[in-house]
């Protein structure tokens, strides 16, 4: 049976140098979870949340799936947006897509893929939603142009969550971001859609 034990030996190392860079820092990370932000990603293995915005843990509360994608099916992602928003407090939301996306990729194929299709069912809604302006869109700048296309749908969904909406109405802080990583150069791009109350979200992202 493999136990993994080179991850136990990578955790001692990690867990050592933390310490001698800050001695208290695992005691005081310990006895508080206070981020600003929710970060709404890809399970992409090359785009880890906290290395990418230099944030260190206890910053940054996540939530990663295929696509980065927010469904009002999804009690799994709404939990999620809910203790963050209601128990944290959370100031921003950050939908973070990434180009070069796998599963934005299997989604304009036509290919069975498997369980997933299920899954990818969501962006190729997105897809449906704005054929018009894909259709102008040169053939070689389609897989760009639907993984920000697909942030930009996430960051209304997000929006028109009842978490959302009811944080709005209770007058709190709260921003939602659409943001895209490049893997080629490790740079983040915002894709401005930033919404910071429900008049903004029906005014900018078209949401009624």
Same mark, same amino acid.
């Given at each position: +049976? !493999? ?13 050592? !140098? ?27 293995? $090359? ?7 230099? #944030?260190?843990?206890?910053? =940054?509360? &996540?939530? $990663? ?12 992602? #709404? ?7 209601? =128990?944290?407090?959370v100031k921003h939301i950050i939908v973070c ?10 989604? +304009? *194929? ?9 899954w990818l069912r969501h962006i190729k809604d &997105? ?14 700048? @389609?897989?760009?142009? #639907?993984? *920000?296309?697909? =942030?930009?749908?996430? &960051?209304?969904? &997000? ?9 709005? @109405?209770?007058?709190? *802080?709260?921003? =939602? ?11 983040? !791009? ?19």
């Amino acid at each position: +049976m !493999k136990k993994l034990k080179f991850l136990f030996d990578n955790n001692v190392e990690w867990a050592e !140098k933390i310490k001698k860079e800050d001695p208290d820092f695992f005691i005081k990370l310990s006895k508080l979870q206070a981020p600003e932000y929710l970060w709404i990603g890809c399970s992409d293995s $090359r785009v880890p949340a906290n290395e990418i915005i230099n #944030l260190a843990p206890g910053e =940054v509360f &996540v939530h $990663r799936n295929i696509a980065n994608v927010v469904v009002h099916t999804d009690l799994n992602c #709404l939990s999620v947006i809910q203790y963050a928003v209601e =128990v944290l407090k959370v100031k921003h939301i950050i939908v973070c897509g990434h180009y070069g996306c796998g599963g934005i990729k299997a989604a +304009m *194929e036509n290919n069975e893929h498997g369980l997933i299709d299920n899954w990818l069912r969501h962006i190729k809604d &997105v897809i449906r939603f704005n054929l018009n302006d894909m259709s102008k869109v040169e053939e070689n700048e @389609k897989f760009n142009w #639907l993984c *920000e296309t697909n =942030v930009k749908e996430q &960051v209304k969904n &997000v929006c028109n969550t009842t978490i959302v909406q009811n944080a709005w @109405k209770n007058g709190n *802080e709260l921003s =939602v971001h659409g943001w895209i990583y490049e893997l080629k150069n490790g740079q983040l !791009k915002d894709l401005n859609c930033c919404v910071s109350s429900a008049k903004e979200a029906a005014e900018l992202c078209d949401i009624t």
